[in-house]
């Protein structure tokens, strides 16, 4: 049920990108039940709808939009359409990203390699801009938050141009943290390591690779979407009204030792 205006996200309006399916729908669903009115977007308007309709039965409020995020109109779009909605915008999930390219790094193909930027970088950073600086002509807090990946804290061996984007939204939500202080704006990153979602397929069903991350886990477990979904909450709430430029491991200890 959703916890209306009590929540701890009570009267926030909240955009949340990939928000169709895995952790984008774990989150929007976790701030919808925390009280935010939540724009959900991603390219596909059909996976949207199921999460917007499970959000409005238990009670909250969804706005689904479709948008690629790595086209600078169509960002703008969103933003534009999101606040003609709900009137404004006061956090951000960036989460929608794509890894087209499994392998060693030096096979990469410049197509695949310039999808991954495009998307997993511009596509952040513009979303960023537009909300940050909508916040700014409204002289209002807010919260960004990034979904990296602990693929950008390491070695990611044949997942090397994805692990590469996601050391750069590391290094976009710090600095930008720094930026954006004095006008209110918080900024903060999640980087969870192995997630049950249609994204880590190729990893999650090869049964050697998943039981090599899960033996170097000290909870013993791949995670599912719900596991990522309350840190979500908490760093876009007031009780992190503290906390910014944090990067924000959820790995079950992977990376650990
Ligand atoms: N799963 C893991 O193990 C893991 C680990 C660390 C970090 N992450 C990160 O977690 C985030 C979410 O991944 P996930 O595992 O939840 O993946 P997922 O279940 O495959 O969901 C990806 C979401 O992104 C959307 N999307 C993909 N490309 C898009 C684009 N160009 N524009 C707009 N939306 C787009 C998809 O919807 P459409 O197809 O409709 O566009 C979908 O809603 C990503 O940033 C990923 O890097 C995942």
């Not at 990946?149 to 044949?158: C, D």
Request: include cysteine; aromatic fraction near 4%.
């Amino acid at each position: 049920m959703s916890a209306g205006a009590e929540g701890r996200l009570g009267g926030k309006v909240s955009l949340i990108t990939g928000a169709s399916r895995g952790i984008g729908a774990a989150i929007a669903r976790a701030m919808a039940r925390e009280g935010a009115q939540v724009v959900l977007a991603s390219r596909k308007l059909e996976g949207l709808r199921e999460v917007a309709d499970q959000i409005t039965e238990a009670g909250g409020t969804a706005e689904p939009i479709a948008c690629h995020i790595g086209h600078d109109e169509a960002r703008r779009a969103l933003v534009a359409q999101a606040i003609e909605r709900f009137g404004r915008i006061d956090v951000l999930v960036n989460n929608a990203a794509t890894n087209p390219h499994f392998g060693p790094m030096l096979s990469v193909d410049w197509g695949a390699f310039r999808k991954t930027f495009e998307v997993n970088v511009e596509g952040y950073f513009g979303l960023t801009r537009e909300v940050a600086l909508h916040l700014r002509a409204r002289k209002a807090p807010g919260s960004i938050l990034s979904v990296s990946s602990v693929m950008g804290t390491m070695a990611a061996p044949l997942q090397g141009v994805y692990g590469m984007t996601k050391a750069a939204v590391i290094s976009m939500t710090r600095t930008l943290a720094m930026e954006l202080g004095s006008d209110g704006i918080r900024v903060n990153a999640l980087a969870p390591g192995l997630i049950e979602t249609k994204f880590a397929a190729a990893l999650t069903s090869n049964e050697a690779i998943r039981e090599r991350i899960v033996a170097r886990t000290a909870l013993g477990r791949v995670g599912v979407p719900e596991d990522v979904a309350g840190a979500a909450v908490f760093l876009c709430s007031d009780e992190a009204s503290y906390v910014t430029g944090h990067v924000l491991t959820i790995d079950a200890g992977w990376t650990l030792g």
